[in-house]
């Protein structure tokens, strides 16, 4: 684990039980053109650095009918990322802001999320658009993307 | 753990190491109208169940800012899902299909997703219009929805 440095002034960081709830397995990783989460984009939007989903034998099978999915979720494990920073103070906001109105990868359950462009599979190999993580990045699962339910091109923000 | 049936012709089993690889923290549950998985229904396109997410102390400290998100992306821990099955038959369709191109509770971390309109907060209280678990169901993370990048409304499904 990296030594990781104090808060800065308006961040909170809270006292996390060693103790987990539930265990995840890994299903793979991803392969990006980041070798270091302080490499990887804030937003992918413009960005077109391609990238590999690889799914392990035997989770491999689970792929069976993904293909004519353009679009795909991606959950993965932000191995390298603290945990305990509760309020946040990006450089990019005026003001300290609770980690759940932040896409950060500095979460109690560092879990990332991306709605991934397919380009190409190979069996367990899934060619993608790009991806905000860093190289070697454990994948936990993937869902196919359902624009009926998961698109909502009219959310707002504050 | 339930007893679980047997899989049905054509669906995969694997064998699920009991090692884990990264551990969860529950960070609060989901209220809703369905008190066990088999009362949830499959599609919440046309449903209007209300629904609650509690985020418990001290993870809700967590939510300032979140006011004027009109969508959250919830993450939930489904803790009754089996997690062996990599290839299924779920009766809406006519050939077994792989984990990852269904939205099944099943799978090898059963991780639920769903994007949720928020209806209103107090502190750790957010009503939200519905969602498809079952009462009781462990919260894992809370993300703001950002239309920019999660919303594809043309995205293909086979």
């Not at 300290?96 to 879990?111: D, E, H, K």
């Not at 991806?131 to 196919?144: E, F, H, Q, S, V």
């Amino acid at each position: 684990m990296p030594e990781f440095k104090p808060p800065r002034p308006g961040e909170v960081s809270i006292m996390l039980s060693q103790a987990t709830d539930a265990g995840l397995v890994f299903i793979g990783r991803i392969r990006s053109a980041y070798p270091t989460p302080a490499d990887c984009p804030k937003n992918t939007l413009e960005r077109r650095e391609p990238a590999i989903i690889e799914v392990d034998p035997p989770f491999d099978a689970g792929l069976a009918g993904i293909d004519g999915f353009s679009h795909l979720i991606a959950l993965y494990w932000l191995d390298r990322s603290r945990r305990d920073l509760i309020v946040q103070r990006p450089s990019h906001r005026p003001e300290p802001t609770g980690v759940f109105a932040l896409r950060s990868p500095v979460r109690p359950n560092p879990i990332g999320f991306s709605v991934v462009e397919v380009i190409s599979r190979q069996k367990g190999r899934i060619e993608i658009r790009t991806i905000d993580c860093a190289d070697g990045t454990p994948l936990i699962d993937l869902k196919p993307y359902l624009a009926s339910s998961d698109a909502v091109p009219g959310a707002l923000r504050p």
